[in-house]
């Protein structure tokens, strides 16, 4: 029997898809290597699916917040005047969030007067306020209180439970 010739390899030859993740050329991905890509590829589709699911639910949950017209809706209301570059709006609108998280959802709304837009500004002007500000209306739109300035979220719910008894009271006597 005649013995085959083996030709060598010129130092630094490309590797195999086993040893450094590439395929070689001329040599056909193995199922192991597809599903490998195959299951890679679909943990970042799921990763990416759900970011992009929260961020339309909070894009949503905050483009209601802008609604001023929900105003006078039957729900008291507590409206925010903001600044979204302002530190201590910022701050505020935290403890606010926190306050309100020991509500049931209905039981009281949240609403944002952007004071960069023309209609938050505008909402702001016909109140008479400035930003660092929480307007507290009833279930039918009548203000019933203003806090300005930072308060912590303790603060907030004690204030935000007044609100509630208050227009549990004007809904009993109206």
Not at 96 to 107: P, Q, Y
Request: charged fraction near 25%; hydrophobic fraction near 30%.
């Amino acid at each position: 029997m005649k013995r085959q010739k083996h030709k060598t390899k010129p130092a630094g030859a490309r590797k195999t898809s086993v040893q450094d993740g590439t395929k070689a050329p001329g040599k056909k991905t193995s199922r192991r290597d597809f599903l490998r890509t195959f299951g890679e590829w679909g943990v970042v589709g799921a990763a990416v699916g759900v970011g992009g699911w929260y961020a339309i639910g909070y894009v949503s949950a905050t483009i209601g917040e802008l609604d001023l017209t929900k105003l006078g809706n039957g729900t008291p209301t507590i409206v925010q005047i903001h600044d979204p570059q302002c530190p201590r709006c910022v701050e505020l609108q935290g403890e606010t969030r926190d306050a309100l998280a020991d509500f049931s959802d209905g039981e009281l709304q949240y609403l944002v007067a952007n004071i960069r837009s023309d209609s938050g500004r505008d909402f702001a002007n016909a109140q008479g306020v400035g930003h660092v500000t929480l307007l507290l209306f009833d279930g039918t739109g009548r203000r019933r209180d203003v806090l300005v300035g930072n308060n912590t979220s303790e603060t907030l719910k004690r204030e935000f439970q007044r609100l509630l008894r208050m227009s549990n009271a004007g809904n009993e006597s109206g």
